[in-house]
T-cell receptor
Framework: EADIYQTPRYLVIGTGKKITLECSQTMGHDKMYWYQQDPGMELHLIHYSYGVNSTEKGDLSSESTVSRIRTEHFPLTLESARPSHTSQYLC????????????FGPGTRLTVT | AQSVAQPEDQVNVAEGNPLTVKCTYSVSGNPYLFWYVQYPNRGLQFLLKYITGDNLVKGSYGFEAEFNKSQTSFHLKKPSALVSDSALYFCAVSLGGATNKLIFGTGTLLAVQP
């Protein structure tokens, strides 16, 4: 098992609430990623980071935001949750080169009521 | 456009029989190819990758994959399936460059019957 952690594992929250999904890794990886996995199980990249103070939007448009203040920490925030945000969110990290595999956290399953 | 296709939503196989999960890709340049497995309520686990060299790549849990450049395929195989292999399998291709972004296939559910 890779040393990448996500909390909470499950979250049920009402519409309009602000939430932050936590992701931490202890491997010293520079690159980190957030994926959204929809009910059809397909994964979509929503955010990534090259390193501290570097964040980019991914291929799927998302209303969430991310920050990278420390190498090991890559939290994702939704300012105002909506039912359309209901999904599984997976965090991953990797070493520098594109031939290096990504290591995934266990995921956060978010339900917005 | 870069893409990965997994043509089968589900593969059914009896325990002890060989299994194949198919993957084809479309990328420019030389691809880096990956297979991941996802068990229920878990994140993805890395199985194996092809970077260069030998077309047959061996990975975790007895899995292997064969890279075929002419057919642009990277099929996952195992000689003898186990019930515990039942899971969701994803093929992915790296776009290379600085981002290390992966393009994932849609996933194939492998069901191994006892």
């Amino acid at each position: 098992e890779a040393d990448i952690y996500q909390t909470p594992r499950y979250l049920v929250i009402g519409t309009g609430k602000k939430i932050t999904l936590e992701c931490s890794q202890t491997m010293g990886h520079d690159k980190m990623y957030w994926y959204q996995q929809d009910p059809g199980m397909e994964l979509h990249l929503i955010h990534y980071s090259y390193g501290v103070n570097s964040t980019e939007k991914g291929d799927l448009s998302s209303e969430s935001t991310v920050s990278r203040i420390r190498t090991e920490h890559f939290p994702l925030t939704l300012e105002s949750a909506r039912p359309s945000h209901t999904s599984q969110y997976l965090c991953a990290s990797s070493r520098v080169l594109s031939l290096h595999e990504q290591y995934f956290g266990p995921g956060t399953r978010l339900t917005v009521t | 456009a870069q893409s990965v296709a997994q043509p089968e939503d589900q593969v059914n196989v009896a325990e002890g029989n060989p299994l194949t999960v198919k993957c084809t890709y479309s990328v420019s340049g030389n691809p880096y190819l990956f297979w991941y497995v996802q068990y229920p309520n878990r994140g993805l686990q890395f199985l194996l990758k092809y970077i260069t060299g030998d077309n047959l790549v061996k990975g975790s849990y007895g899995f292997e994959a064969e890279f075929n450049k002419s057919q642009t395929s990277f099929h996952l195989k195992k000689p003898s399936a186990l019930v515990s292999d039942s899971a969701l399998y994803f093929c992915a291709v790296s776009l290379g460059g600085a981002t290390n972004k992966l393009i994932f296939g849609t996933g194939t559910l492998l069901a191994v019957q006892p």
